[in-house]
């Protein structure tokens, strides 16, 4: 089964779905906000794609951060923070299984569930 990860209403989650849907994927989206995330699983992504992937320093909940936090960042710091905002975390993550993906591209989508 595939798992998509994010916020709903997030514009790059939106088009990813609607991806997904025109290819007639089936998923299943795990909304971070509302059912949460586990330390184990967000340590695991991190061993698999590395938390400088996973870590998303574009969005405004990580330029609010301080100084201090944004200038010692580290792997242990990262997952910390991305389970206190799950909002730092890149979108989507999909998840088929075997693999994981952050972020949409059509063609990276095509070439993983094509």
Not at 31 to 42: A, C, F, I, N, P
Not at 45 to 70: F, H, I, M
Request: hydrophobic share 35%.
């Amino acid at each position: 089964m595939v798992t998509m990860y994010g916020i709903p209403n997030c514009d790059t989650i939106k088009k990813a779905r609607k991806w997904l849907e025109a290819h007639q994927i089936e998923y299943r989206f795990h909304d971070y906000r509302k059912e949460g995330l586990d330390k184990s699983q967000l340590e695991a992504w991190a061993a698999e794609l590395g938390w400088e992937l996973l870590l998303n320093k574009r969005g405004t909940t990580w330029r609010q951060q301080p100084d201090e936090v944004k200038n010692t960042i580290n792997e242990a710091s990262a997952i910390e923070l991305m389970l206190q905002h799950p909002a730092m975390i890149k979108r989507p993550l999909l998840d088929i299984g075997t693999e994981r993906k952050v972020g949409f591209k059509d063609t990276e989508y095509s070439d993983l569930l094509g």
